[in-house]
Nanobody
């Protein structure tokens, strides 16, 4: 069972920033997902196993940045210029480039963007 532990969420005003971190045992492609109330979980950003290739959905391009530190087994998501529409529970898991997430998810971390 893959280790997935998310942290870093919180309450931030519109235009603010947060950095999410994920401690994981997965060495291949990783992704950050989010699930807003009443909506399906969606992939937000992904990074390849070597930390070179990245992918973002259109709504976060230019605002979010995904990175990984394999020595620390972490995958980070730097979120800038946050908008109320970014409010969701954020999760990390395997993903991107056709990879499906593992069936077991972490607890996620809540991000709330509100004035």
């Amino acid at each position: 069972q893959a280790q997935l532990v998310e942290s870093g969420g919180g309450l931030v005003q519109p235009g603010g920033s947060l950095k999410l971190s994920c401690v994981t045992s997965i060495s291949g492609a990783m992704a950050w997902y989010r699930q807003a109330p009443g909506k399906q979980r969606e992939l937000v950003a992904a990074i390849g196993g070597l930390g070179i290739s990245t992918y973002y959905i259109d709504s976060v391009k230019g605002r979010f940045s995904i990175s990984r530190d394999k020595s620390k087994r972490t995958v980070n998501l730097q979120m800038n210029s946050l908008e109320p529409e970014d409010t969701a529970v954020y999760y990390c898991n395997q993903g991107g480039w056709g990879l499906s997430p593992f069936p077991s998810w972490g607890q996620g971390t809540q991000v709330t963007v509100s004035s």
